[in-house]
């Protein structure tokens, strides 16, 4: 036993969650589809989890999730995949820091960026403004009026006077 203890937590070179957990599947003669029944994770799911490949995954709560059940279905130590994966997360987080990986625009790129963003949409909400202005006043229905004390409502709201009018 004292070699599983030695493969479960190796040091400086060790291998990162995937590769611990792909060893350990072909360790105990398990096939992708195997551990896909088992965990019900999707077999693409699994061959991406094995890779590491990351931006291929779904949300890291459910990467976490699927790092446990594959380890548990294949015999690994659910902590140890964990602990690796956690690791793994750590060096992916630290490398932008370190100049390497993706390029960060400067503050003031960005900043000027957010200005120009604002202006846009304060200029959007602006000409919304005035058009929606424009249509009510142009769609504006006109009221009955009086011209030269002669009312122009229709003359079947008027009765009455017509009949006071004749006697």
Sequence with gaps: MPSR???DHPQDGEEHFGAYLAHARQRQGQTIS???VKTK???HQLHRLEAAEMDALPAEVFVRGFVRAHARAVGACPEE???RFTAFLAKRQQAPRRGE???EPSTEASEEGRGR???GVALVLLILMVATLAASLL???PTPSTVGGISLAPTSERPADRGDEST
Aim: net charge positive; proline share 5%.
């Design 117 to 119: 963003r604002r202006f």
């Design 41 to 43: 994770i999707p077999e």
């Design 5 to 7: 203890q030695l493969e």
């Design 101 to 103: 990986g993706r390029y």
């Design 81 to 83: 995949a964990m602990r």
């Design 139 to 141: 769609l504006r229905r």
């Design 34 to 36: 195997d551990v896909s």
